[in-house]
T-cell receptor, first 118, second 113 residues
Framework: AQTVTQSQPEMSVQEAETVTLSCTYD???????LFWYKQPPSRQMILVIR??????QNATENRFSVNFQKAAKSFSLKISDSQLGDTAMYFC???????????????FGKGTLLTVNP | DSGVTQTPKHLITATGQRVTLRCSPR?????VYWYQQSLDQGLQFLIH???????AKGNILERFSAQQFPDLHSELNLSSLELGDSALYFC????????????FGPGTRLLVL
């Protein structure tokens, strides 16, 4: 079974600064996707970014980028120019891809609570 | 707004009761996934339906069941409720099944007293 580990339960950053959230995962699969979701105080789960394991290029979405190290099974999220609205719980998630299978569930880490201070 | 809707937003009920949570996927999405978020277990996959058929089960209790209807909305039925069933229940949808991003609804917060 796959496991996802987020070793930082809580982090804080000053507005406009950069912060990196860590995620490691354990799998014997070679074909998978990785995601970061954020959950603000509203509790809505919002997709931040997605990375396909077969792609060497790290994914980027505006101020959000990842550092994907496949051999090390590491998938960190970098938030640049942090904003107050980035305050949220951030979840790293793993999706195994099957050839002909049918379970594309997400396996989540326990989350990192990020607080952006003014 | 993800385009996924869930009703009700909040539900308060008593132990032993039965409740039904409803989910409408994004327009055109055929897959619906149910997840449970609790303080002790975190976010856990419960069950996946694709175009009306059950595709996979996760850590879903026997007291829980789900179905997906021809119009593609899904319902999660929770029966013989216990205090420990109090949690936030999310559904998520995706266009098909294989390796696509899942978009989450706002969740239903269930409190069992």
């Amino acid at each position: 079974a796959q496991t996802v580990t987020q070793s930082q339960p809580e982090m804080s950053v000053q507005e406009a600064e950069t912060v990196t959230l860590s995620c490691t995962y354990d799998t014997s699969e070679s074909n998978y996707y990785l995601f970061w979701y954020k959950q603000p105080p509203s509790r809505q789960m919002i997709l931040v970014i997605r990375q396909e394991a077969y792609k060497q290029q790290n994914a980027t979405e505006n101020r959000f980028s990842v550092n994907f190290q496949k051999a090390a099974k590491s998938f960190s999220l970098k938030i640049s120019d942090s904003q107050l609205g980035d305050t949220a719980m951030y979840f790293c998630a793993f999706m195994k891809l099957h050839s002909g299978g049918s379970n594309y569930k997400l396996t989540f880490g326990k989350g990192t609570l990020l607080t952006v201070n003014p | 707004d993800s385009g996924v809707t869930q009703t009700p937003k909040h539900l308060i009920t008593a132990t032993g009761q039965r409740v039904t949570l409803r989910c409408s996927p994004r327009s055109g999405d055929l897959s619906v996934y149910w997840y449970q978020q609790s303080l002790d277990q975190g976010l856990q996959f419960l069950i996946h339906y694709y175009n009306g058929e059950e595709r996979a089960k996760g850590n879903i209790l026997e007291r829980f069941s789900a179905q997906q209807f021809p119009d593609l909305h899904s319902e999660l039925n929770l029966s013989s409720l216990e205090l420990g069933d109090s949690a936030l229940y999310f559904c998520a949808s995706s266009p098909r099944t294989s390796g696509e991003t899942q978009y989450f609804g706002p969740g239903t917060r269930l409190l069992v007293l």
